[in-house]
C-alpha cells in the first residue's frame, strides 16, 4: 500500500555555515564553512514523504528567480508532485542556518513568497488533489500565513482527510485549529507556547493526540483519557539536526496515510527523524522506506 501525503507548508533556500560553535548575543566567531542546500520546513517534509514512497503533493508559493527554479528541479527529482506549487511576487524564502561540530543549530528565516500563500489557494489545490487521491493526510506546518494553515485543515476536515501540524515556528493558535488536528507535532518547547498549560491545554481543544518530540530523548504520544506512551530513541550519530523534525513529521504522516497505529507512527517518525540528521542539510541524509523500517524493527 503507498499512502498519500499532501504538504502545505514553506519552501526556502537554505544557507549554512558550519561553526566551531553556535555564537552568543553579540559574538562573532570565525572559522566556518558555507554551503547552500533546498530547505524550508514544508519542501522538507515533502521530501521526506516521498522518499518513504508516499505519493507525494507540495502547496506552496516560490519565486520567479533561480532559488525556485533550483527548488522546483530538487523537489521533481524527488519524486514529489509540484502541480500544485505555485510562483508568486516575491522572492524564493532563504533560511540562514549555523550549525556546529555537535549538530545544534540556529535558524533565522525570510519568509519571501511564502508570505504570499492564501486560504483560497491552499483550498484549491487540496480540491485539485482530492480528484486524483480518494483519500490522503495533510500535514502543515507554521512557516506561512495562518490564513494558509486554517484553510489546509478546513478542506481536509471537509474531505474527511486527517489534518497533522507540526506547529513550528510556535505561536498561540486559536482553539477550532488546534480542535481541528488529528495530531499536533510539537517540540518539547512549543508545546508551552501554544497554548496554556501545555500538552494538557493543547488536548483539552480536541485533537485526538499531541506528539512531543524530545530529541536524542525519543517521543512522547499523549491522549485524553490514555496513558503516554513513550517510544525511545533510536542511535544514530548526528551531524545536523536541521530538518528532523520535518522528517519525524512526514514519517509520521506517511505512516497514518498508510493505516498505521499512533503508536507505530511515532516509531516510524523517530527512526526516519534520527537517520535524517546524518550529513549536513535538511535533506541530505532522508531515509527510505527499507531504513525506517530496518531501524523501527518492523516490516509495516
Given amino acids: 500500500m503507498t499512502g498519500n501525503v499532501v504538504v502545505v507548508g514553506s519552501l526556502n533556500v537554505d544557507l549554512i555555515v558550519r561553526v566551531p560553535h553556535l555564537p552568543a548575543p ?33 502547496v506552496g508559493l516560490v519565486g520567479d528567480d533561480d532559488l525556485g527554479r533550483w527548488t522546483r528541479d530538487d523537489l521533481a527529482a524527488r ?28 535558524i533565522a528565516v525570510a519568509g519571501g513568497a511564502n508570505t504570499e500563500l492564501a486560504g483560497s489557494m491552499v483550498r484549491t ?42 506547529p513550528a515556528p510556535a505561536r498561540p493558535l486559536p482553539y477550532g485549529l488546534i480542535g481541528a488536528c488529528r495530531v499536533v507535532t510539537p517540540n518539547q518547547h512549543e508545546a508551552e507556547l501554544l497554548a496554556p498549560g501545555g500538552v494538557s491545554g493543547l488536548l483539552d481543544r480536541g485533537p ?25 530513541p533510536f542511535p544514530c550519530e548526528a551531524v ?41 542539510g535538511a535533506r541530505a541524509s532522508l531515509p527510505s522506506r527499507k531504513e525506517v523500517e530496518a531501524m523501527a524493527g518492523t516490516t509495516a
Fill in 79 to 106: 519524486g514529489v508532485d509540484l502541480s500544485q506549487l505555485h510562483t508568486g511576487s516575491r522572492p524564493t524564502g532563504v533560511a540562514a542556518i549555523l550549525v556546529d561540530h555537535e549538530g545544534e543549530n540556529l
Fill in 240 to 280: 545536523d539536526t536541521t530538518g528532523a523534525g520535518d522528517a519525524f513529521s512526514a514519517a509520521l504522516a506517511w505512516a497514518l496515510s498508510e493505516g498505521q497505529s499512533l503508536e507505530d507512527a511515532v516509531r516510524m517518525g523517530c527512526a526516519a527523524g534520527a537517520l535524517a540528521t546524518r550529513a549536513v
Fill in 125 to 166: 489545490s487540496i480540491e485539485a488533489v482530492s480528484a486524483r487521491a480518494t483519500d490522503a493526510v495533510v500535514l502543515a506546518n507554521l512557516e506561512i500565513p495562518q490564513d494558509a494553515v486554517e484553510s489546509a485543515a478546513e478542506a481536509a476536515r471537509r474531505l474527511g482527510w486527517p489534518f497533522v501540524l507540526n
Fill in 26 to 58: 553579540g559574538e562573532t566567531v570565525t572559522g566556518g564553512e558555507y554551503s547552500r542546500a533546498p530547505g524550508g520546513k514544508g519542501a522538507n517534509a515533502a521530501a521526506a514523504a516521498a522518499a518513504l514512497g508516499a505519493t507525494t503533493w507540495i
Fill in 208 to 232: 485526538e493526540a499531541v506528539v512531543v518530540t524530545r530529541g536524542a530523548r525519543g517521543a512522547d504520544l499523549h491522549r485524553r483519557d490514555t496513558p503516554v506512551h513513550h517510544q525511545d
